[in-house]
């Protein structure tokens, strides 16, 4: 599986963006999907992750309640929309796909190549 991220930006706080991730390959709707994000200096931490279905969704704490993460398997394309942004959210955002999902970026398998976020205050 190929991951493609797009849709990052530079946005003020309070605003939103809304980050996709094209996937190559037939097996994309086998795959839970997950996004991660990294700020400077930081570990890569867990966002959000949806199941092969889209059924089961889970969040950071961080995001809940501005963030909602979507997949579209006919599109091979999962979605990830963010609103109320604040400048803690600043980061390179990674999507990535997995056979078992979680919240650890060790759980996964294939990554894309990120897109940059930025937040200002």
């Known amino acids: 599986v190929q991951l493609q991220a797009s849709g990052g930006g530079l946005v003020q706080a309070g605003g939103s963006l809304r980050l996709s991730c094209a996937a190559s390959g037939r097996t994309f709707s086998r795959y839970t999907m997950g996004w991660f994000r990294q700020a400077p200096g930081k570990e890569r931490e867990f966002v959000a992750a949806?199941?092969?279905?889209?059924?089961?969704?889970d969040y950071a704490d961080s995001v809940k309640g501005r963030f909602t993460i979507s997949r579209d398997n006919a599109k091979n394309t999962v979605y990830l929309q963010m609103r109320s942004l604040k400048p803690e959210d600043t980061g390179v955002y990674y999507c990535a796909a997995s056979v078992a999902g979680g919240p650890y970026p060790g759980g996964y398998d294939y990554w894309g190549q990120g897109t940059e976020v930025t937040v200002s205050s």
């Open positions: 949806i199941t092969w279905s889209g059924y089961i969704t």
